[in-house]
C-alpha cells in the first residue's frame, strides 16, 4: 500500500513546476542574512518584548527563535551567535519562564536551548533549574499538554534531558504527556486517519471549516511535527531498552503517517496553506508551517526515513518558495503568520505585514534553513 502511495505521489509531482535548485552555500547565505536581520533589529537579547504588554525575552516566541539559532550553529558555528544566547540564558538565571515552579509548556520552551548549551558547555548552572522544574512537574502531574503547540514546546526539554542523564523517567513522563494529549484529549487530538493534528479540544469533530472539512492548522502541526524528530534523535542516542523502542515506534510511526499527510497537503507553488486541507478557508502563503515542514521532511530524507524520489522534490519546492517569495533584501521575513491557534488568527498574511512577533518565525524558518542545508550537503 505504502509502495502504491509513493507511486501515486511520485507520478503527481511529475506535473508541477520545476524549481532552480539553491546550492548549500546559497542556502547558508539566506540563513544569515535572515538571522543577521533579526539580531540587528534585537542587539539587546535581555530586553522584554512589548506587544500589548511587557514579557521578558525567554516567553515561547523567543525561545523558538534560540531554536533556530542553535540549528544554525550547528552548520555556522559563530561564536557571535553563542554570545547572543549566553547573554540572554545568563540575564534568566537560564531558568523557565515564571521559575522552577511553572508547568506551562509555553515556559518550558527555553530549556531547550539551555539544554544544547549545557551539551556544549558541561557547564551544569545552564541545567539545573530545567532539570528541577521537570523533576517537580514530574511529582504532580501537573500540567498536561492540552495543545498541540505544547508538545513542540516541552517535549523536547524532556528528551534532552534523558539524552543528558541517561534516566528513562523523563522519557516515559514525556511519553506519557505525548500520548495522553495523542489519544486521550477530547477523543485525541492526532487523527490517525488523516495524519494530522486538531490544535486543541476546540477544533475537533463536530467542528469543521467551511466547506465542511476538517480544521488542521499549519503551524499547529509543524509543531508537532518538529518536536517528533527532536525526540526521536534524543531517543537514537542511548541504547534502545524495550520500553525506549515502543516510543520511538510510536513517534516514528506518527512522523511517516504525518509525512504522507503533508506532502499531500503541499502547494503547487511550494508552500502550505494556514489552512492544510481547506484552501478556500484561509488558505494563502505561510512561512512558519512550511518551515517547519521542510525542517522535518529534509531530516527524514537525511536519516532515511523517507524516500527522496517522493520527499526531496517538495523540499525544493519548498525552499524555492520561502527564499522567493517571502525572503525581503534585508532579511526581513513575510507571510509569516502572527501568534494565535488556528489558520484564521492574525489575518490576512502577507509579503509586507509584520508579524505582532517577528522572533519565532525567524526561528522556524533557521529551522527549515539548517536542515535543508544539511540534506544539499549530502550531494
Request: contains cysteine; hydrophobic residues 35%.
Amino acid at each position: 500500500m505504502k509502495t502504491k502511495l509513493f507511486s501515486l505521489i511520485t507520478a503527481f509531482l511529475c506535473f508541477l513546476p520545476t524549481y532552480a535548485q539553491s546550492t548549500a552555500e546559497e542556502v547558508l547565505a539566506t540563513a544569515r542574512k535572515v538571522n543577521d536581520y533579526f539580531m540587528q533589529q534585537n542587539p539587546d537579547p535581555t530586553l522584554p518584548t512589548n506587544v500589548g504588554k511587557v514579557r521578558p525575552s525567554q516567553l515561547w516566541t523567543r525561545a523558538v527563535y534560540y531554536e533556530g539559532l542553535m540549528a544554525l550553529y550547528a552548520i555556522d558555528p559563530s561564536p557571535v551567535y553563542l554570545e547572543y544566547t549566553d547573554r540572554w540564558g545568563e540575564f534568566h538565571g537560564w531558568k523557565p519562564r515564571d521559575g522552577v515552579l511553572t508547568k506551562d509548556a509555553d515556559n518550558q520552551c527555553c530549556g531547550q536551548t539551555y539544554l544544547d548549551r549545557y551539551m556544549m558547555t558541561s557547564d551544569r548552572k545552564m541545567m539545573e533549574h530545567v532539570q528541577e522544574n521537570l523533576e517537580l512537574q514530574m511529582q504532580t502531574k501537573i500540567g498536561w499538554w492540552t495543545w498541540v503547540d505544547a508538545i513542540q514546546m516541552s517535549l523536547p526539554v524532556y528528551t534532552k534531558m534523558y539524552r543528558i542523564t541517561g534516566d528513562s523517567r523523563y522519557a516515559d513522563h514525556a511519553m506519557k504527556m505525548y500520548t495522553w494529549t495523542r489519544d486521550s484529549l477530547a477523543g485525541g487530538l492526532f487523527n490517525e486517519e488523516e495524519g494530522l493534528w486538531w490544535r486543541d479540544k476546540d477544533y475537533v469533530p463536530p467542528y469543521k471549516e467551511a466547506d465542511g472539512s476538517n480544521c488542521y492548522w499549519s503551524r499547529g502541526c509543524g509543531w508537532a511535527y518538529v518536536a517528533i524528530i527532536k525526540a526521536i534523535e534524543d531517543f537514537c542516542s542511548r541504547p534502545m531498552t524495550e520500553e525506549m523502542k515502543r516510543h520511538y515506534q510510536l513517534l516514528l510511526n506518527d512522523f511517516l503517517s504525518m509525512s504522507a499527510a503533508l506532502l499531500r497537503c503541499q502547494r503547487s507553488d511550494g508552500l502550505w496553506n494556514p489552512s492544510l486541507i481547506c484552501p478556500t478557508n484561509y488558505g494563502g502563503k505561510e512561512l512558519t508551517g512550511s518551515a517547519l515542514f521542510l525542517c522535518g521532511m529534509s531530516w527524514g530524507i537525511r536519516h532515511g526515513l523517507l524516500p527522496a524520489e517522493s520527499y526531496r522534490p517538495a523540499c525544493d519546492r519548498a525552499w524555492s518558495a520561502m527564499f522567493t517569495d517571502c525572503v525581503h533584501p534585508d532579511g526581513f521575513l513575510g507571510y509569516v503568520q502572527g501568534t494565535g491557534k488556528e489558520p484564521a488568527s492574525a489575518q490576512p498574511v502577507t509579503y509586507d505585514r509584520h508579524p505582532d512577533f517577528e522572533d519565532f518565525g525567524t526561528g522556524c524558518f533557521l529551522l527549515g534553513a539548517a536542515e535543508y542545508y544539511q540534506l544539499l550537503m549530502l550531494q
